[in-house]
């Protein structure tokens, strides 16, 4: 009986062994069959060289939110048109990052494609995870995809390294706006804000005149996803956490001047938990019509212009700010795709890459409403942009001024961002929660920024 | 095959399974802090020695943290053993209301604490949460429960109260219901009062259930991270940051791993020490120490 049972177990054991084993080969055969002559130089040109890869799979890492939506709905058309089959798998932003980075350590590459946001090509250029496409772009372009004349030189800049290698195709990009109540604004005689002052002196009068609603509301939390709006208002006076140098600039007159009217702006005329306020329950406040004012990526403009699910919509406005220095207030944010170094389907990727963002696909995201901040400067020129966006077309009409704005100059490119980010968001957050004064945030944000360093 | 080996072979799954994944990771973890192993740089890991320890010592941040999980588990066992102990003690005295209430307090338990934490995030907003709406209603000001440095780890802390009495009242209820009824009427007949019974004979005889509470709930408690990482992200600043949080933000958010792995070694043997601490203290498992 004993003897009957262990055999049974070791049997087991054995076939299971035999089993993954067998899985590892397949695999690796299929990777092995899948991956094309890389080294040919030809230009794509016809409907049949789609056809190049067909049979291969390609893996997409991708992170949750509308960019997405578009591969989930239009995926089909890709299969069909190749003969590739994807593969997606979507992911908040930090379990996508924690993915590859743990792919591209054990340089497995089982993602081939991976969505990219902008502040990590630092970081990922350091380590060579991400494929230049600049070779691609040169020598592989697509003539029905390809979209890379047709993007503006400031938003393919998000996606380079120092050297102007370029690491992704952007996907989507957006700019920093002060989004208003335009029925507030008109109904007290506010005219549009253009400048920061100009802000802070709506929200005095806002307060006064309309108690109900907060006059602003914006990002406060400690966080690092909520450094965009401290650092992006920072740089409307000229200041900025690192110079070009990587030299740390956080306690200078110009960074004392911007944040003390930004924590009076957050800590006098916005809600109470403005220190705890990340995006979901800012934006939540603004699309309730409890804010009059939100300084903002210019992507929350369609959302809160979305009559489904926002009260606010049919009645904003929105204006790119500047601050004393000139500079325009920014809120960046650029998502892209790259190709992991270890991919083994690279040919085949690219050609995803161009496809995902090409105008026939932008076009059908407008279409079925998915998204309007495309980087694609033609989609703007196409009916179907026009008729779609005639109900934002406050929006619409100042986009061009919108993404001309948008400067990178003030973003800390570094491959430790995350941690630099942090350092100087936890000292805002606690400046907005008036536990430290505005010069003591500083003061100590200076040193936790350049102990990131050390 | 001898009895002996083949008792031996049919505890080899049981010993893989420990090995891979318990021993490998914690020696794999042990020899990472000994160096500056870090996910995102490609240079080889170089051994430092105790660099990590001494850096993890002489960091402010982390004794602040080490203070607040002390502090949320010192609260969080205290109050869920006193609150669960209570409903316990009024489920016993109603046998028609127990079963229908023991149910209705499974619920906390039963919600996975990602979803718990979300929506307690909701509800916790100073504008449009549901408590807020309440005080307000009752002519209370609204209290800014995430967004005070000064309270955002309480409301962490009431979250985890709120999951953890369930636990407790069951256990509790559970000791409750298998004390023998003899005892109390010998005590009645001795004059002894509804309070000296509760302190004389209810507590005496909920000794071994209690300890099992507050093991499990030291233990649950040293563990939080989802419900603070939802709720505040450590924040304001790092005003709720505990042990789990900030380890989280240095191994997954900064990807380093070698001082990550140093946190997680000293956590470990924190939560080892104190877990025999009580075991040894309370002798639950006949391990009392003999005075």
């Known amino acids: 009986m004993k003897k009957k049972l262990f055999k049974t177990i070791v049997t087991v054991l054995s076939l299971t062994l035999l089993l993954t084993g067998c899985g590892t080969s397949t695999k690796t055969e299929q990777d092995e069959s899948t991956s094309k002559n890389l080294n040919e130089t030809n230009e794509t040109t016809s409907k049949d060289s789609h056809k190049a890869y067909e049979g291969s799979d390609l893996n997409v890492l991708l992170k949750t939110g509308y960019e997405t939506e578009a591969i989930n709905q239009f995926a089909g058309d890709f299969e069909n048109e190749t003969g590739i089959k994807l593969n997606v798998e979507v992911y908040?932003?930090?379990?996508?990052?924690?993915?590859?980075?743990?792919?591209?350590?054990?340089?497995?590459?089982?993602?081939?494609?991976?969505?990219?946001?902008?502040?990590?090509?630092?970081?990922?250029?350091?380590?060579?995870?991400?494929?230049?496409?600049?070779?691609?772009?040169?020598?592989?372009?697509?003539?029905?995809?390809?979209?890379?004349?047709?993007?503006?030189?400031?938003?393919?800049?998000?996606?380079?390294?120092?050297?102007?290698?370029?690491?992704?195709?952007?996907?989507?990009?957006?700019?920093?706006?002060?989004?208003?109540?335009?029925?507030l604004f008109d109904k007290h005689n506010i005219p549009e804000p253009k400048t920061t002052a100009d802000v802070l002196k709506a929200a005095k009068i806002l307060k006064e005149k309309e108690p109900d609603v907060y006059p602003f509301v914006g990002r406060g939390d400690s966080t690092s996803g909520s450094f965009g709006t401290s650092a992006g208002w920072a740089w409307a006076y000229g200041a900025r956490v690192m110079d070009e140098e990587g030299k740390v600039t956080v306690n200078t007159p110009e960074m004392k001047a911007a944040m003390t009217d930004f924590v009076e702006l957050m800590g006098q005329y916005a809600p109470a938990d403005a220190a705890a306020m990340g995006w979901d329950t800012m934006s939540e406040m603004y699309r309730q019509g409890k804010a009059a004012m939100n300084f903002e990526m210019s992507g929350f403009v369609s959302a809160y212009s979305n009559k489904e699910v926002s009260s606010v919509a049919g009645s904003i406005d929105c204006s790119v700010i500047k601050g004393p220095s000139g500079n325009a207030a920014q809120w960046m944010y650029g998502e892209g795709l790259g190709i992991s170094s270890f991919s083994k389907n690279k040919d085949s990727a690219w050609l995803f890459l161009q496809w995902r963002n090409s105008l026939g696909i932008a076009e059908k995201e407008v279409s079925n409403d998915i998204r309007f901040d495309i980087p694609d400067t033609r989609i703007y020129e196409t009916e179907t942009y026009k008729e779609k966006t005639k109900d934002i077309g406050f929006f619409t009409k100042k986009l061009p001024e919108i993404m001309d704005s948008i400067d990178a100059k003030y973003w800390p490119a570094t491959p430790k961002f995350d941690k630099v980010a942090e350092a100087f968001q936890q000292k805002i957050s606690l400046a907005i929660a008036g536990e430290i004064t505005v010069d003591e945030a500083l003061a100590q944000a200076q040193t936790a920024v350049e102990a990131v360093f050390k | 095959m001898s009895e002996k080996i083949f008792m031996r072979l049919m505890t080899l799954p049981a010993l893989l399974v420990f090995l891979f994944l318990g021993v490998y990771p914690t020696v794999e973890a042990l020899y990472n802090s000994l160096t500056d192993y870090r996910l995102t740089e490609t240079a080889p890991r170089q051994f430092v020695f105790l660099k990590n320890y001494i850096q993890m010592f002489t960091t402010l941040r982390f004794w602040e943290a080490l203070g607040r999980t002390l502090l949320f588990v010192l609260?969080?066992?205290?109050?869920?053993?006193?609150?669960?102990?209570?409903?316990?003690?009024?489920?016993?005295?109603?046998?028609?209301?127990?079963?229908?209430?023991?149910?209705?307090?499974?619920?906390?338990?039963?919600?996975?604490?990602?979803?718990?934490?979300?929506?307690?995030?909701?509800?916790?907003?100073?504008?449009?949460?549901?408590?807020?709406?309440?005080?307000?209603?009752?002519?209370?000001?609204?209290?800014?429960?995430?967004?005070?440095?000064?309270?955002?780890?309480?409301?962490?802390?009431?979250?985890?109260?709120?999951?953890?009495?369930?636990?407790?009242?069951?256990?509790?209820?559970?000791?409750?219901?298998?004390?023998?009824?003899?005892?109390?009427?010998?005590?009645?007949?001795?004059?002894?009062?509804?309070?000296?019974?509760?302190?004389?004979?209810?507590?005496?005889?909920?000794?071994?259930?209690?300890?099992?509470?507050?093991?499990?709930?030291?233990?649950?408690?040293?563990?939080?991270?989802?419900?603070?990482?939802?709720?505040?992200?450590?924040?304001?600043?790092?005003?709720?940051?505990?042990?789990?949080?900030?380890?989280?933000?240095?191994?997954?958010?900064?990807?380093?791993?070698?001082?990550?792995?140093?946190?997680?070694?000293?956590?470990?043997?924190?939560?080892?020490?104190?877990?025999?601490?009580?075991?040894?203290?309370?002798?639950?498992?006949?391990?009392?120490?003999?005075?």
């Open chain 2, 75 to 291: 609260f969080s066992v205290l109050l869920t053993y006193c609150i669960g102990l209570l409903i316990a003690f009024v489920l016993n005295k109603a046998p028609k209301l127990r079963n229908f209430f023991r149910i209705l307090f499974l619920v906390p338990m039963i919600i996975a604490p990602t979803i718990t934490a979300l929506n307690f995030k909701f509800m916790y907003n100073n504008n449009f949460g549901i408590f807020n709406y309440i005080l307000n209603k009752v002519g209370i000001q609204s209290i800014d429960f995430l967004g005070n440095p000064d309270i955002s780890l309480m409301s962490a802390l009431l979250v985890d109260i709120w999951q953890g009495i369930p636990l407790a009242m069951l256990i509790l209820l559970a000791g409750l219901e298998s004390q023998p009824r003899s005892l109390y009427e010998a005590a009645m007949l001795d004059g002894a009062n509804s309070l000296k019974c509760f302190r004389h004979v209810t507590m005496p005889l909920l000794r071994n259930f209690s300890v099992i509470v507050i093991v499990l709930r030291t233990m649950d408690s040293l563990k939080v991270y989802e419900i603070i990482q939802l709720l505040t992200g450590g924040g304001p600043g790092s005003s709720s940051e505990t042990l789990n949080i900030y380890i989280s933000k240095v191994g997954f958010n900064w990807f380093d791993m070698g001082y990550a792995s140093s946190l997680g070694i000293f956590t470990l043997y924190f939560v080892m020490f104190i877990t025999s601490r009580i075991i040894k203290a309370t002798g639950i498992f006949g391990t009392k120490e003999v005075a």
């Open chain 1, 92 to 183: 908040d932003e930090p379990t996508l990052r924690n993915k590859f980075i743990l792919d591209c350590n054990s340089k497995l590459g089982n993602y081939d494609i991976v969505a990219t946001q902008f502040w990590y090509i630092p970081e990922y250029n350091q380590t060579d995870w991400l494929e230049a496409l600049d070779g691609y772009i040169a020598n592989k372009p697509d003539k029905d995809w390809n979209n890379i004349p047709y993007v503006s030189d400031s938003v393919l800049g998000m996606f380079k390294n120092s050297e102007g290698k370029l690491y992704s195709l952007p996907v989507s990009s957006t700019a920093g706006v002060l989004i208003y109540r335009k029925d």
